[in-house]
């Protein structure tokens, strides 16, 4: 095995048994190609890079060969590889592609190793998508903005640039990959299903600059909200204070005590009702019966009380809102055994469907780690065991979980 190819599937199996062909254009976002190259393949995928001879110029043959472990193709030959790829991968990605580049494969024209491969590709049916380059006035002239669409009526996946500093940048080549995961998912949801998630933590003044909160990362909600925008949800988080930010693609509500994430839920559940809901946010247990409204100075108050109030719970908000809606739900104890754990995650199955709970007192559990350890139980009162897995796996057993039960109904 080519030792490149020692990161495949580090992050992911989705993309196992994927072969993707990258087809690399002569705009200088071909710098990048390597970062998406290998992003692809830390999902699973098998990629092959083809590149065109102004390419060539910016990127090496040598330096894809390295990142993907597979020899680079850069001219058409005998061995026909335009045919035997274009038949055998399940997508083709041009990233960068140039103008000159969607101007030829929206006119059919098949003059190097990329065009022809589009084509071939197309003519099989096989999915093709391209991630723009170029200076902003090329993509805003008339020929190619009407090329684009050109392309999109054949079907063709366009990944729209960001326009900034008068240049339409190639797309970043984290979003590209979730795009290519979203086109291949194994495991799509279906058409329409909206999944909504709540992550980070909720915090409740005790003056204008001191809080009361709970411990939350995030990071669970992050990769719930990522894994179910790659199966092609129409996916919403709802974000309190956290330790991570999610992409600018994921649609993001930001909330910040629990007044202000009641309010945004049951506006949610009221108007938009999603098919899943993940109740991942930690939201604060107490708040002050009165808040007090200056800082309080420490040298002149060495010492202070404060009365605290239980906040009202917002997960029985869900069913009572939006009874269809699956919901999941989340508990977090610390240094308890398995039974008392299982007990605690019963006791949440009267406003859930789903439950996953954690003792936080193990290391590979505590917050803002990568990975977690507990029990996954649900209405049917099926225990599933989780050890020191990453929480981005947890993710996907949880959805997959969840869009069981949102078939069976």
Not at 81 to 101: F, I, K, M, Q, S
Not at 204 to 225: C, F, H, K, W
Not at 329 to 334: G, L, N
Request: net charge positive.
């Amino acid at each position: 095995m080519h030792p490149s190819k020692e990161i495949v599937g580090s992050l992911s199996d989705v993309l196992k048994g994927r072969r993707v062909a990258l087809c690399v254009t002569g705009s200088v976002s071909a710098y990048l190609s390597p970062a998406i190259a290998r992003e692809l393949m830390r999902h699973g995928a098998e990629v092959t890079a083809f590149l065109t001879r102004d390419a060539c110029r910016l990127v090496t043959p040598t330096l894809l060969q390295w990142a993907t472990g597979n020899p680079a193709i850069t001219d058409m030959t005998g061995e026909l590889e335009h045919v035997r790829y274009g038949r055998e991968v399940d997508l083709v990605l041009v990233a960068p592609a140039t103008a000159n580049t969607l101007a030829k494969i929206a006119s059919g024209i098949a003059d190097n190793v990329v065009t022809a491969l589009a084509l071939t590709a197309m003519g099989y049916g096989k999915i093709v998508a391209v991630a723009p380059a170029m200076h902003e006035p090329m993509w805003m002239a008339e020929q190619t903005r009407r090329n684009v669409e050109t392309l999109r009526r054949m079907g063709v996946v366009v990944l729209e640039p960001s326009v900034v500093e008068q240049k339409a940048k190639l797309a970043e080549p984290a979003y590209i990959a979730d795009q290519v995961l979203r086109l291949l998912h194994p495991k799509k949801l279906p058409e329409g299903v909206k999944v909504l998630v709540s992550a980070g933590a909720t915090v409740e003044y005790l003056d204008p600059i001191r809080v009361v909160t709970n411990q939350s990362s995030g990071r669970m909600g992050l990769e719930i909200a990522l894994e179910s925008y790659r199966r092609g949800a129409e996916t919403t988080l709802i974000l309190g204070h956290a330790s991570v930010e999610p992409p600018s693609y994921i649609k993001k509500v930001s909330v910040n005590d629990s007044e202000s994430l009641r309010e945004t839920i049951t506006r949610i559940l009221k108007t938009t009702p999603p098919d899943i809901y993940f109740s991942a946010i930690a939201v604060a247990d107490y708040k002050p019966v009165a808040k007090i409204e200056n800082k309080v100075d420490t040298a002149l108050q060495p010492r202070i009380s404060i009365q605290l109030s239980a906040v009202d719970k917002v997960l029985p908000l869900a069913k009572s809102l939006s009874p269809s809606t699956v919901v999941v739900a989340f508990k977090a104890e610390y240094r308890v055994d398995d039974k008392k754990l299982l007990d605690k995650a019963r006791r949440l199955l009267a406003y859930s469907d789903i439950v996953y709970a954690s003792d936080v007192s193990r290391p590979e559990a505590w917050f803002g780690s990568e990975t977690t350890s507990g029990i996954i139980i649900d209405r049917n009162d099926g225990v599933v065991q989780v050890v020191n897995r990453r929480k981005s796996e947890v993710a996907a057993m949880l959805l997959d979980k969840a869009a069981s039960m949102l078939s069976g109904r």
